[in-house]
Nanobody
């Protein structure tokens, strides 16, 4: 059974930095695209950053130049370095992995439990 565990959220002042991690447990699967989403109170969940297995990245316009997504395939882990944080970055951040089973050859999405990021002004 695949599980995703997030860490790294917290409270930081505007202009500060945080680093989020999302690690997958389990075996016999391949992780394809990894994605960070966030959801602020009263708003819809939005895509923040995405990285393919080959390392291609995509960012929301609101975080370009401030956030950096990366992955370590051997560790089955995704990271996001968040710099120059703003109050509007306050949200619950969720990780999402698109995973294919090696034995089943079936694909599905898995979600982390979410981690709170709060940026004070």
């Amino acid at each position: 059974q695949v599980q995703l565990v997030e860490s790294g959220g917290g409270l930081v002042e505007a202009g500060g930095s945080l680093r989020l991690s999302c690690a997958a447990s389990g075996s016999a699967f391949i992780i394809n695209t990894m994605t960070w989403y966030r959801q602020a109170p009263g708003k819809q969940r939005e895509l923040v950053a995405q990285i393919t297995r080959g390392g291609s990245t995509n960012y929301a316009d609101s975080v370009k130049g401030r956030f950096t997504i990366s992955r370590d395939n051997a560790k089955k882990t995704m990271y996001m370095q968040m710099n120059s944080l703003k109050p509007e970055d306050t949200a619950i951040y969720y990780c999402n992995f698109a995973i294919t089973g090696i034995l089943t050859v079936k694909s599905r999405d898995y979600w982390g439990q979410g981690t709170q990021v709060t940026v004070s002004s």
